[in-house]
C-alpha cells in the first residue's frame, strides 16, 4: 500500500488549497478513503470521509461548508478542496485507506494506522 499526499502549501486565511492523495498498491476503487490531520490545536483529527463510488461523503464539524472531499477512481486518487481556510486548519494532512474492503464504515476508528508521509498546509492570518 502506498499513499502519496500532496497539494499543500501556504496560503492567507479565506485562501483555498486542493489537496490530492495518490494511492497505488491496493484495488482504491473498493476502498473508503479518509482524510486525517494533526493540528497543534486539537492534535490528530479525522476530517473526512468518502465512500467508494464516491457519493456519500461526510465531514468533521469544523470543516464542514468549507472543505468538499472527491475521488476519481480511474486515477486512483483522491481530493480535497479546502475554501475559506482558516489559521486552525494549519496542520499536517494524511490521506488513509479503509480497513476493509468494500466495508461501508464513514466513523474516525475505520481506516488503517499507516499513512503517506502527510502535506503540510499553513494558513496565515
Known amino acids: 500500500v502506498e499513499l502519496l499526499e500532496s497539494g499543500g502549501g501556504l496560503v492567507q486565511s479565506g485562501g483555498s488549497l486542493r489537496l490530492s492523495c495518490a494511492a497505488s498498491?491496493?484495488?482504491?476503487?473498493?476502498?473508503?478513503m479518509y482524510w486525517i490531520r494533526q493540528t497543534s490545536g486539537k492534535g490528530l483529527e479525522w476530517v473526512s470521509s468518502?465512500?467508494?463510488?464516491?457519493?456519500?461523503?461526510y465531514y468533521a464539524d469544523s470543516v464542514k461548508g468549507r472543505f468538499t472531499v472527491s475521488r476519481d477512481n480511474t486515477k486512483n486518487t483522491m481530493y480535497l478542496q479546502m475554501n475559506n481556510l482558516k489559521s486552525e486548519d494549519t496542520g499536517e494532512y494524511f490521506c488513509?485507506?479503509?480497513?476493509?474492503?468494500?466495508?461501508?464504515?464513514?466513523?474516525?476508528?475505520?481506516?488503517?494506522?499507516?499513512w503517506g508521509p502527510g502535506t503540510q498546509v499553513t494558513v496565515s492570518s
Open positions: 498498491g491496493f484495488m482504491f476503487s473498493r476502498y473508503w
Open positions: 468518502i465512500n467508494i463510488g464516491g457519493d456519500n461523503t
Open positions: 488513509a485507506k479503509g480497513k476493509k474492503m468494500d466495508v461501508a464504515c464513514p466513523g474516525s476508528g475505520c481506516y488503517d494506522p499507516y
